[in-house]
């Protein structure tokens, strides 16, 4: 009698065991994923390439020439999609490892995998058909059909070109007109060997008023050089250059270093319904990039909504260091004014 006991409750663990194996193969299982990077999905850009039935590993369609799906996935936790020339758009989040966005008869998918450059969405049909994995890879601003309004951000892309001869050049993938490339050229090559600083700072404010900004954006080279470009409706441009003194420059890089910049999260946004219903209002918040290069270390900032509105309320919550840091470069900005050459 024990023995067929002990045989029993081993028949039961195994069953236990074998239930728990399924569950963790199912892509829907809770804890067959870990958890979703939500900020890596934040301001990307992914183009669908095929789609796989999981079980039996068959391709089951592939992205032709007549077929393209594209996905943005904004800072807002709004989506657009572009599905062979319509555009619409959605509102997404994530739960758990779930991505709920709606997608023809679909409601909801699990994220399979999220990486840097690959993006694998799973579904799996409630009469047991079958799991289905969507496949996309991440995709630049360039070359992906969505085009942003005047009065937000453009793409900052942060990298290094070890072929620079003065040790190394953050390049933010800026287009550069022919007239601007034909002046380089003719300025003095120098080799400089001090350290590498670069600041951009971009955004901010409201979108709204009698002559509502179109661009507000500050540059210090690592030559001190700073050009601030401001744009509204009615006045067009104003560009305003100076030189930065060097010593006050490596200075204030310390002093971002010191606050902690560098380890900073790498977006800022809302955490509650009245925050985010905010951005929907008008004046409409724009939302503020920062990026700064020192050295080796780089980083690229973004706020959904900076500073206080008209009513003196701040919406997102993000460290008084950031806020003590954006404030420094505008006091250097502003400082010049006057002073236009």
């Known amino acids: 009698m024990r023995k067929l006991l002990a045989l029993l409750l081993l028949f039961i663990g195994l069953l236990s065991a074998e239930v728990r194996a399924q569950q963790g193969r199912s892509p829907n299982a809770r804890g067959s994923f870990g958890e979703v990077e939500e900020r890596r999905l934040l301001e990307s850009k992914w183009k669908y390439t095929y789609a796989i039935h999981l079980e039996s590993n068959t391709t089951i369609h592939k992205a032709e020439n007549f077929y393209e799906y594209y996905l943005y996935f904004r800072y807002n936790y709004t989506y657009q999609e572009y599905l062979n020339g319509r555009l619409t758009k959605g509102r997404f989040k994530i739960e758990d490892?779930?991505?709920?966005?709606?997608?023809?008869?679909?409601?909801?998918?699990?994220?399979?995998?999220?990486?840097?450059n690959r993006l694998v969405l799973e579904f799996t049909q409630p009469n047991s058909k079958g799991t289905y994995q969507y496949h996309f890879v991440r995709v630049e601003s360039k070359d992906a059909p969505f085009i942003k309004p005047a009065n937000e951000l453009p793409d900052v892309i942060v990298e290094m070109d070890e072929k620079k001869k003065d040790g190394g050049l953050f390049s933010f993938a800026k287009r550069k007109s022919k007239k601007r490339k034909s002046k380089k050229k003719k300025q003095k090559k120098y080799k400089?060997?001090?350290?590498?600083?670069?600041?951009?700072?971009?955004?901010?404010?409201?979108?709204?008023?009698?002559?509502?900004?179109?661009?507000?954006?500050?540059?210090?080279?690592?030559?001190?050089?700073l050009i601030k470009e401001f744009k509204t409706v009615s006045k067009g441009l104003n560009v305003?250059?100076?030189?930065?003194?060097?010593?006050?420059?490596?200075?204030?890089?310390?002093?971002?270093?010191?606050?902690?910049?560098?380890?900073?999260?790498?977006?800022?946004?809302?955490d509650n319904s009245i925050c985010q219903k905010r951005k929907q209002e008008k004046p409409r918040p724009i939302p503020l990039r920062l990026a700064i290069a020192y050295g080796k270390k780089k980083k690229v900032v973004t706020l959904s909504i900076w500073g206080k509105d008209r009513h003196k309320v701040q919406y997102v919550d993000y460290p008084p260091a950031l806020e003590a840091i954006i404030e420094a470069i505008q006091r250097m900005a502003h400082r010049i004014e006057s002073n236009e050459s």
Request: charged share 40%.
């Open 97 to 116: 490892r779930e991505l709920i966005y709606s997608f023809k008869h679909i409601k909801k998918f699990a994220v399979a995998e999220l990486s840097r």
């Open 192 to 225: 400089d060997d001090r350290v590498y600083i670069n600041i951009e700072l971009i955004g901010g404010g409201y979108y709204g008023g009698i002559d509502p900004v179109l661009r507000d954006y500050i540059h210090i080279k690592s030559d001190g050089r």
């Open 240 to 270: 305003i250059r100076k030189d930065i003194p060097r010593e006050e420059l490596e200075a204030f890089a310390e002093f971002v270093d010191k606050k902690g910049f560098f380890e900073l999260e790498r977006i800022y946004d809302c």
